[in-house]
């Protein structure tokens, strides 16, 4: 089994930053993409940021320019760096991993959320 622990999350003014950690543990023999999504709530999730494990990234039209993805893979864990946060940038954000063990499955894991709100 593989455990997600978010951590970071919570109440910053506009235009502040945060940074958000996902620290994977457990039966890991390497991990694949790790990435961001984020509810606002009553909205669906949506998908934020993505790094593959060679590094590659991606990011929602909407953070391009102010959140930056970035991996230690020695560590398990993915980060969230949020600079010129809005408030239509509050939500719950759960990072997910795919993890594969060591006979080559791979598994999508999620986190359990941490909340970030924007103050105007």
């Known amino acids: 089994q593989v455990q997600l622990v978010e951590s970071g999350g919570g109440l910053v003014q506009a235009g502040g930053s945060l940074r958000l950690s996902c620290a994977a543990s457990?039966?890991?023999?390497?991990?694949?993409?790790m990435a961001w999504y984020r509810q606002p709530l009553g909205e669906q999730r949506e998908l934020v940021a993505v790094?593959?494990?060679?590094?590659?990234?991606n990011y929602a039209a909407s953070v391009k320019g102010r959140f930056t993805i970035s991996r230690d893979n020695a560590k398990n864990t993915v980060y969230l760096q949020m600079n010129s946060l809005k408030p239509e940038d509050t939500a719950v954000y759960y990072c997910?991993?795919?993890?594969?063990?060591?006979?080559?499955?791979?598994?999508?894991?999620w986190g359990q959320g941490t909340q970030v709100t924007v103050s105007s």
């Open positions: 997910n991993s795919v993890v594969r063990n060591s006979a080559g499955y791979a598994f999508l894991y």
């Open positions: 790094i593959r494990s060679g590094g590659s990234t």
């Open positions: 457990g039966s890991i023999f390497s991990i694949d993409a």
